[in-house]
């Protein structure tokens, strides 16, 4: 993958803890040059292990140690009706950064915002979009129908420091019902099949013949 070319902030407090690791300090680097204006970010363990060649069990531990030490915390988002974890959000503590430092890391954040934000925004909403199609497709309906609801739904907004898909803007959603309902639209919209009357009774005149024939009545 491309290495990225954005300005990082390692802390004093960081550099000098004896209790972190080298790679873990790099990581907390990492993390401050991804961050939002809200010192957020949402990059994924897989997204740091293809960047530093390390395996995602690495980069976990990594992340362990960080927030074990209270640098950094962790939020999990989870995928619909289920337990299983569709984004990650990694924010940096007031503690682990010095007032002075903190000042500098918001203005390098400024100055980054085409890379760093775009980064950590493309990751975060690529995901999510990759979620939400593995949901929809798993589903046992026409893959045209499954194809013409994710392109719809997953339409983002043109917002430039949280953009959110259409389903995302919706107050309730439940998966199930909004495909039902599409599909019913689907038929509803889908216009009427116009039938040939002159070859449909060609067709059935044929159909008798063939029945005589196999019946013995030439």
Request: aromatic share 12%.
């Amino acid at each position: 993958m491309e290495n990225p070319n954005y300005y990082a902030i390692l802390s004093a407090e960081v550099r000098y803890d004896n209790r972190l690791r080298p790679n873990v300090k790099l990581l907390y680097a990492e993390i401050t040059a991804l961050c939002n204006m809200n010192m957020e970010c949402f990059a994924s363990n897989s997204y740091f292990a293809n960047l530093y060649g390390k395996s995602k069990g690495s980069i976990s531990g990594w992340i362990g140690e960080l927030v074990k030490h209270g640098y950094i915390s962790t939020e999990y988002s989870y995928k619909l009706g289920t337990k299983e974890i569709e984004y990650r959000y990694i924010k940096i503590l007031k503690g682990g950064i010095t007032e002075k430092d903190n000042t500098l890391l918001k203005k390098t954040v400024k100055s980054n915002t085409t890379s760093t934000n775009n980064t950590s925004i493309n990751i975060n909403i690529s995901n999510r979009r990759e979620s939400f199609i593995l949901e929809i497709m798993s589903f046992d309906y026409d893959k045209n129908i499954l194809n013409g609801f994710i392109d719809y739904w997953t339409e983002p907004t043109q917002s430039k420091t949280n953009p959110k898909m259409k389903w995302e803007l919706c107050k309730t959603w439940s998966t199930n019902l909004r495909l039902k309902n599409w599909i019913a639209n689907e038929k509803k919209w889908k216009p009427p099949i116009k039938i040939n009357k002159n070859k449909l009774t060609k067709n059935i005149d044929t159909m008798k013949n063939v029945l005589n024939k196999l019946n013995g009545h030439d």
